[in-house]
């Protein structure tokens, strides 16, 4: 049995008309049925144009939004059939980073508070030995390459390299098996980018971590991939071994986008 397979799902949502009586007049099919398996310790690319369903498919994923149909099955458990206290529970198991850490971190916050925070929920009795939190808070502040000194800093006195770094921490502080990375380096400068995808690479590798990497840019998931699912109007038009689809594409939508990777010729012109 595979570390996560999702099975037919569907996220749709009902497409309302009408001032006093509304009524359903259509169907938006933001994720339709999509089947695919991932392994302890993969990462999977999921990739495709802004629209195309793979946040909405992650966030579905994470239970943040209610499929319409389908089975999400992590570790042989149908996240789908949880309720209330059953599913926070469960998502202490995957975690998701965003794009944006600015906007994701709590600005009025200290560093320590936000791990300190993420590191509770998975270990309450960390709240009662302040110690014992704060050497957590120090090693999982090394782990991603920041000096555990500026743990009493707050967001906007970090670069946004940084910033991700921090975001990074707290997705890791409740210790989870699964990470979900949506856009993670999309709004960082190139250099920085690679910074961040060399980090994601070496705690995949440390801890195990099984990673759904999500981006628009096909040259930055061939760097991280095993695998590539490419998403089209909610579909899953093609899936395989990261190389395959670069060097064979087999749909259309593919080569599309494998065409509109700048090459070196057009970047220097």
């Known amino acids: 049995m595979s570390f996560l397979s999702l099975r037919d799902v569907k996220t749709h949502f009902p497409v309302k008309k009408g001032i006093l ?3 359903v007049a259509d169907v938006v099919k933001a994720v339709d049925s999509i ?4 392994e302890q310790g993969e990462i999977l690319g999921l990739v495709g144009e802004s629209g195309c369903g793979k946040s909405t498919l992650s966030r579905t ?3 943040l939004i209610p499929s319409t149909g389908g089975e999400i099955i992590l570790e042989g458990q149908d996240l789908t059939k949880l309720k209330g206290d059953a599913v926070r529970k469960r998502r202490l198991d995957f975690q998701m980073i965003f794009q944006d850490p600015y906007a994701s971190l709590n600005p009025r916050m200290t560093i320590f508070s936000t791990l300190a925070e993420a590191l509770i ?5 960390l709240r009662k030995d ?3 939190l704060t050497q957590k808070v120090s090693e999982l502040m090394e782990r991603v390459g920041l000096n555990p000194g500026f743990m009493k800093k707050y967001p906007h006195e970090f670069s946004g390299g940084q910033r991700q770094r921090i975001a990074i921490a707290r997705a890791l502080a409740p210790e989870p098996k699964l990470v979900i990375a949506d856009e993670p380096v999309s709004a960082l400068d190139v250099s920085i980018q690679s910074q961040i995808l060399n980090l994601l690479l070496k705690l995949r590798d440390e801890l195990n971590l099984t990673m759904i990497f999500i981006t ?3 040259s930055v998931v061939r760097y991280i991939a095993d695998n590539i699912a490419v998403m089209y109007k909610g579909q899953l038009v093609e899936y395989g071994e990261s190389e395959r689809v670069f060097n064979t594409p087999e749909h259309a939508y593919t080569k599309k986008l494998l065409d509109a990777i700048p090459h070196l010729e057009e970047v220097n012109a």
């Open 21 to 23: 009586i509304q009524k």
């Open 35 to 38: 089947t695919l398996d991932i």
């Open 61 to 63: 994923i994470m239970q």
């Open 121 to 125: 929920q998975r270990h309450p009795d």
């Open 130 to 132: 302040k110690d014992a």
């Open 216 to 218: 628009h840019d096909l």
